[in-house]
């Protein structure tokens, strides 16, 4: 129950970081999309920090979640920030809750919980995963992200809303949900060695790679947010780490899940939550917090 207590305010933490960092990016130049200017900027900011601070926090409560708990129990349970972030912008951005949104939570709610009774995972180590397979995990998963992020660049580059901005903010949502699967996996590992005495923590390179691996999530999480609308960006920043990070614990930490009709039912909770997180991301609430502002013919 511990692990549940705080996967769930990691999510709440990550709720306050999302609405935040949306505050401090939505009124950007575009120009500045995936440029470290755009962080030099965000650096002026206050509400930038107060994103930032609420972060670190939810990596922190993160982190314990996984020093105790399944990477592929801990991250699906992450997906209710999206519901959560609603919540608390309808209080910053004065807008009612509708029908849309309750029923979308109620079937993320619904979905969160079938996934996790049928598929059931336990038991995994990472101090069981070689260096083989570390390897072709991080390359793999580097790979995806570049790709992701390439294929969002060569988008046109057109106004909020539009076919350019757009395509963008949805492929680097993506590009950063991936990016923090992997430091989710890092996250374990390091975590793991916490059995060994607090001190092992700092002696293992993983704690150094997810620090890195965090900080470009963090980059590309906020040129998601710079790029278009929320409601392209989020989906796949939503759904791309719970997914990356249930890969690296089935077959990096061999934790086992159930098959057969238990995986099916499993795979329907998992739909459900997709399909309730596609409509939620379509809330007013998620348009109207992004400002139009931004140039129509901002170069590239």
Known sequence: MLTYLLAV??????????????????????????????????????????????????????????????????????????????????????????????????????????????????????????????????????????????????????????????????????????????TAALMKGAMTRSAQGFAAIFTGWQLYAMVVAGLVGLFLLQSALNAGRLLAAQPGLTLSDPLVSVLWGVFAFHERVHGGASLILALAGAALIAVSVMMLARSPLLVSDHSASQPADSPD
């Open 9 to 182: 305010l990691a999510s709440c933490a990550n709720a306050v970081a999302s609405v935040a960092q949306r505050m401090a990016n939505r009124d950007l130049p575009f120009e500045d999309n995936l440029r470290p200017r755009l962080i030099l900027r965000l650096l002026r900011r206050p509400v930038w920090f107060v994103g930032i601070l609420a972060l670190i926090v939810g990596f922190l409560l993160q982190a314990a979640a996984l020093a105790i708990g399944q990477l592929s129990v801990v991250e699906p349970i992450l997906v209710c920030e999206l519901p959560l972030t609603l919540m608390l912008a309808s209080r910053v951005f004065h807008t009612r809750l509708h029908l849309r949104e309750w029923a979308s939570a109620l079937g993320m709610t619904v979905g969160l919980a079938a996934l996790l009774y049928f598929l059931a995972p336990m038991g995994g180590t990472s101090q069981a995963v070689t260096w083989d397979t570390w390897l072709l995990g991080v390359g793999v998963n580097l790979v995806a992200v570049a790709a992701v992020v390439e294929w969002g660049r060569r988008g046109e580059v057109g106004s909020t809303g539009e076919y350019g901005s757009d395509r963008r903010a949805a492929a680097f949502g993506v590009a950063a949900g991936a990016q923090f699967g992997l």
